[in-house]
C-alpha cells in the first residue's frame, strides 16, 4: 500500500517561509509525477506545482518565484519551499502521486496558516 505522509505545516506571519516535506513509503521514481495541492476553506483543490521523474518542474502562476518544488531521492521524499508568504496561501496543502500505470495517491494533508 502506498503511503504520502506530508509534513511542515503551520502558522506563520505574512512574508514567512515555510517547508512542507512529502515522504512516500517507496522509491519516488515509481511515480511518473508528484505534485502539491491546495485547498482554502469553500474553495476547489487547486494544482500548485509538479516536479517530474526527470526532475522538471512547475508551477501555477500565484507561486511562481515564491515556492519551490524539490526532491531527495535517497529519502523517498519531496519538498515544497515556500517563501514570502501570503494570506492567500492560506490553505490545507495536499502531496499527489501519480504512478505510470495510471495509479494516484494523495496524502493527508498539511495545514498552512499565513496571518498577522
Known amino acids: 500500500q502506498v503511503q504520502l505522509v506530508e509534513s511542515g505545516g503551520g502558522s506563520v506571519d505574512p512574508g514567512g517561509s515555510l517547508r512542507l516535506s512529502c515522504a512516500a513509503s517507496g522509491s519516488i521514481f515509481s511515480y511518473y509525477a508528484m505534485k502539491w495541492y491546495r485547498q482554502a476553506p469553500g474553495k476547489q483543490r487547486e494544482w500548485v506545482a509538479t516536479?517530474?521523474?526527470?526532475?522538471?518542474?512547475s508551477y501555477v502562476d500565484s507561486v511562481e518565484g515564491r515556492f519551490t518544488i524539490s526532491r531527495d531521492v535517497a529519502k523517498n521524499t519531496v519538498y515544497l519551499q515556500m517563501n514570502s508568504l501570503k494570506p492567500e496561501d492560506t490553505a490545507v496543502y495536499y502531496c499527489?502521486?501519480?504512478?505510470?500505470?495510471?495509479?494516484?495517491?494523495w496524502g493527508q494533508g498539511t495545514q498552512v496558516t499565513i496571518s498577522s
Open positions: 499527489y502521486a501519480g504512478s505510470f500505470s495510471s495509479q494516484t495517491y
Open positions: 516536479i517530474t521523474s526527470r526532475g522538471s518542474t
